[in-house]
């Protein structure tokens, strides 16, 4: 037998996965479409995407993601609602039962790296009982295109992925019978019980928050791209459904990646090598590039409707959920690096979904603005990205990114800070969502003004407008700004009622008061200082 397979074979072994089927190491992108479609795991689509269902989870589950409780790790944690402990018997008890519910099954599995920056990447596998979920990790992850280098991979993360096992949460002391399990001694991560694949991404970016700070690293829930050179890099932060992923990909400028970053002494560098977007209603005339993905092979649509007779997909249908998603390769992104990285940013943008309607549509923040909202997190949760989330919900999350934050939030804050100073960034608060009311009364701003402000903002032409603090918030709004009528500026203009107004803004700034009273009591007394004022 080669050396190579035996090896493959002792690694699986270890594992505890024995007995098994086939098993299909490092598949094809083609031959993986091939063994989807043969197994009834996904419908080709017209024009070469492969669409697939995710069943009773349409989102993710963070209530049902839990880090075990061990001494190498167990002082670092930030313990709390997001990241709640499970004993290790518990873990290697639905560890050993998943190995045997995979006795006799097929396996796929796909050997890659999270991390563009060679000094910080980190070398993982992923073990799934569907060739879909495979295919969605080669995507999604940082292929090896060495044969040699590939056959000698060892893993530092292996992920088992059986969303056809279920826990018992009364013998197991999980929330329910779908889990997300990490265990940071083992290095080795368990989901079960859902199919719903950005589970897989956002496990590996959990590890890489925990890993990557330890080393000066800031890891960051954001998009990235630059302009004309490697030295004029946007950071743009936000929680799924804020824009992220639109904005950065600008025709204009060339894109690092979509969703998660690494901040080294180098610079800025993709985790990954693939991109996660949300397709609902997508137009090609909003998005023209993301548009073009769905239209061809190599990406994986989830959750989008198809019409089995002529296999054309439906974008505006949300018959299913309103998370639709398309994951595919960031190559299908035509002005893309392929060596996903940049150098440090020139600017921050914190992109908000305010369903109040009342905070501006752009400000620029001071350094002290810049910690307290990062630290804040304010935004929306957009509806289907969350199980039970079906109209926005005003939330805090720390870091625009709490769910995937292993560290305490001021580890991830004082990292951004120091290189906020060192590189001397700008920083901008740009809000997304709706204006002339709350959701429900006022209207989501419209895609084309934001653009526009943030190209007025990366091109520099927004340092040389006038500016006034907002009363409430006291970030600086602009009194004009290329493109964008003057009146959406100023966010009480816009409403029908200005008492109406004032009042919602009193209530969001209240909840900010008292998310940051609960959340960031260990901030510094000048950014507890920067937050919004009630009086």
Not at 264 to 283: I, Q
Request: glycine fraction near 8%; proline fraction near 6%.
């Amino acid at each position: 037998m080669n050396t190579d397979i035996q090896n493959k074979d002792e690694s699986l072994k270890q594992l505890g996965l024995r007995n098994l089927g086939r098993v299909h190491w490092n598949l094809s992108t083609p031959a993986l479409y091939e063994e989807a479609i043969r197994r009834h795991e996904a419908l080709l689509s017209h024009l070469g995407p492969l669409v697939v269902r995710t069943g009773q989870f349409t989102g993710r589950l963070p209530k049902d993601k839990f880090i075990v409780r061990e001494s190498g790790s167990e002082s670092k944690i930030w313990w709390g609602k997001v990241n709640r402990p499970i004993e290790q018997a518990r873990f290697e008890a639905i560890q050993h039962r998943l190995c045997a519910f995979l006795q006799g099954k097929d396996l796929f599995i796909e050997d890659c790296y999270a991390g563009a920056d060679a000094r910080y990447r980190l070398p993982i596998r992923i073990i799934s009982e569907h060739a879909w979920h495979t295919l969605f990790a080669r995507t999604m992850f940082i292929r090896e295109f060495d044969p040699q280098r590939l056959a000698r991979h060892l893993p530092d993360f292996t992920v088992i992925h059986a969303p056809n096992f279920f826990a018992d949460p009364a013998v197991d002391g999980t929330h329910s019978e779908a889990f997300v399990l990490l265990d940071f001694s083992k290095k080795l991560i368990l989901i079960g019980g859902t199919a719903y694949a950005g589970e897989i991404k956002k496990a590996i970016f959990t590890v890489m928050n925990f890993l990557l700070p330890q080393r000066g690293v800031m890891a960051m829930h954001s998009s990235a791209n630059y302009g004309k050179d490697e030295s004029d890099v946007a950071v743009f932060f936000g929680l799924s459904g804020t824009g992220k992923t639109t904005l950065s990909a600008d025709p204009d400028r060339t894109l690092i990646g979509d969703d998660e970053h690494g901040w080294s002494d180098g610079g800025v560098f993709n985790f990954e090598g693939g991109c996660y977007a949300k397709v609902m209603r997508l137009s090609p005339e909003g998005e023209p590039e993301i548009y073009e993905t769905t239209r061809r092979f190599g990406t994986l649509l989830e959750n989008v409707a198809i019409d089995t007779d002529t296999r054309h997909i439906d974008l505006d249908d949300a018959s299913l959920t309103e998370n639709t998603r398309a994951a595919y390769p960031i190559s299908h992104i035509p002005n893309m690096t392929r060596t996903g990285a940049g150098g440090h940013p020139r600017n921050i943008i914190m992109l908000t979904c305010d369903a109040f309607g009342v905070l501006p549509p752009v400000a620029r923040l001071t350094s002290e603005q810049a910690m307290y909202h990062f630290l804040a997190g304010y935004t929306a949760k957009v509806a289907g990205t969350e199980a039970g989330v079906t109209e926005p919900e005003a939330t805090f999350s720390s870091c625009f990114g709490a769910p995937f934050m292993a560290l305490p939030p001021l580890t991830y804050a004082k990292l951004l800070g120091d290189k906020i100073a060192a590189h001397k960034v700008n920083v901008w608060l740009v809000n997304t969502g709706w204006t002339g009311g709350p959701y429900g009364q006022g209207q989501r701003i419209k895609l084309a003004h934001t653009r526009a402000m943030v190209k007025a903002v990366l091109s520099g032409e927004l340092q040389a407008a006038s500016w006034q603090a907002d009363a409430v918030f006291g970030i600086s709004v602009p009194d004009a700004s290329p493109g964008v009528p003057r009146e959406i500026l100023r966010p009480r203009q816009t409403w029908k009622d200005a008492a109406a107004y004032d009042a919602k803004a009193r209530e969001l700034a209240a909840l900010f008061e008292t998310n940051f009273r609960e959340n960031g009591p260990d901030a510094p007394a000048e950014v507890k200082a920067a937050g919004p004022k009630l009086a």
